[in-house]
């Protein structure tokens, strides 16, 4: 007595099995090697297309500084101090990542920039911020941008903070 199964099944078998591998194959192809996959891993992404555009309400608060009076400012001793705490918000599957800035003094850098202790802080120069250090880093570029632009939250209404650098 033989224990083969039927060719007919054999083969169905073995095709249903081929079939699935190349769409397991082709699938995972697909998800590694799109263009549009690898730019939004490796492109930062915009507050705009986060939010689909301004939002409502926004208010901007501009401001002139000295290139001079900037490089000064952001090598201040207070900016080590800062802090960025990230808010996590419960079930959000948002892109929009939102960081609290601590430690502020009343006369100190960001307070003379527009900041104050408590905003949110969730882009700088139209891009969100995935990492404290992406802020610091933004600061002390300060002097050598023509332009800068940070967008929060202060108080539930959405603020952004337009920086020129004078000669």
């Known amino acids: 007595m033989s224990n083969s199964l039927p060719p007919a099944l054999v083969r ?5 099995f081929i079939l699935a591998i190349v769409v397991l194959l082709s699938s995972c192809a697909i998800l590694t090697k799109s263009p549009q996959t690898k730019a939004k891993a490796t492109q930062p992404v915009t507050l705009k297309e986060v939010l689909g555009g301004d939002p409502d309400g926004l208010v901007t608060v501009s401001k002139k500084f000295p290139k001079e009076y900037l490089t000064n400012l952001v090598s201040h001793p207070e900016i080590s101090n800062i802090r960025l705490v990230r808010l996590v918000r419960p079930g959000s ?8 800035i601590l430690d502020t003094s009343k006369t100190g850098p960001l ?9 949110i802080l969730l882009a700088c120069h139209g891009y969100v911020v995935t990492e ?3 802020f610091f880093r933004y600061l ?21 903070i337009v920086i020129e650098t004078t000669d």
């Open 140 to 160: 002390k570029a300060l002097p050598k941008l023509p332009n800068a632009t940070f967008d929060l939250v202060r108080k539930g209404r959405p603020i952004r």
């Open 111 to 119: 307070r003379t920039l527009g900041f104050e202790e408590g905003d």
């Open 132 to 134: 404290p250090s992406q």
């Open 12 to 16: 169905s078998s073995y095709i249903f």
């Open 93 to 100: 599957i948002s892109k929009l990542i939102e960081h609290r």
